[in-house]
């Protein structure tokens, strides 16, 4: 069975700083890995997808997440954070032919600091 | 704005009350989901509907039935419920393949749920 694991429920950067959300996973199959967000009062938005094409995926709003298979791992970055860049963050995994079936992170919550 | 809406955005029910959240997605997509979102829990898949057929029900109480008249609208029809229920339902469509997994979802803003 497939699991993802977001470390840090809660993370804080000072604007202008690195954005690093951390996300592991575990599938026994190559994975398909998501990044959403979720700003107050909204449902989730697709930030960028891994499908296995280039293990550096860039998204929208500067994001950015590398694949890497020998860690398990899918962490999410942005050079330089904004203030608009405050809400929750999301991994979520689906294996090749899993009907649909994506299963979430706990959710990271980042603060942006002026 | 993603193109899926959701009606209504807050709903207050007692534990007696029958009630219907409603979903419509005007992206001409094959697939549409609900989900429950709690606090401090992840996210968790409730029902999946491809070409208005249900293809999942990943253990759902039954005083939820879900319902998908066509390729365009969802209904999660609630009665008697706990108010270990109260949280944000989201409904998501999605378009491609049955089995492929890598299509991206888009998600509704959700409907806030209060059992009390």
């Known amino acids: 069975a497939q699991s993802v694991t977001q470390l840090g429920s809660h993370v804080s950067v000072s604007e202008g700083a690195l954005v690093l959300l951390r996300c592991n996973y575990s599938s026994s199959v190559p994975p398909y890995l998501f990044w959403y967000v979720q700003y107050p009062n909204q449902g989730l938005q697709l930030l960028l997808k891994?499908?296995?094409?280039?293990?550096l995926v860039k998204g929208i709003n500067g994001f950015e997440a590398e694949f890497k298979k020998s860690e398990t791992s899918f962490h999410l970055t942005k050079p330089s954070a904004h203030m608009s860049d405050a809400a929750e963050y999301f991994c979520?995994?689906?294996?090749?032919?899993?009907?649909?079936?994506?299963?979430f992170g706990s959710g990271t919550q980042l603060t942006v600091l002026p | 704005e993603t193109g899926v809406t959701q009606t209504p955005r807050h709903l207050v029910m007692g534990m007696t009350n029958k009630k219907s959240l409603k979903c419509e997605q005007h992206?001409?997509?094959?697939?549409m989901y609900w989900y429950k979102q709690s606090a401090k829990k992840p996210l968790e898949l409730m029902f999946v509907y491809s070409l208005e057929e249900r293809v999942e029900n990943n253990s759902v109480p039954s005083r939820f039935s879900p319902e998908c008249p066509n390729s365009s609208h969802l209904f999660l029809h609630l009665h008697t419920l706990q108010p270990e229920d109260s949280a944000l339902y989201l409904c998501?469509?999605?378009?491609?393949?049955?089995?492929?997994?890598?299509?991206?979802?888009?998600f509704g803003p959700g409907t806030r749920l209060l059992v009390l």
């Open positions: 998501a469509s999605s378009q491609g393949d049955l089995l492929a997994g890598e299509e991206t979802q888009y």
């Open positions: 979520a995994v689906s294996d090749r032919g899993s009907a649909r079936q994506l299963t």
């Open positions: 891994y499908t296995s094409a280039a293990t």
């Open positions: 992206l001409g997509h094959n697939a």
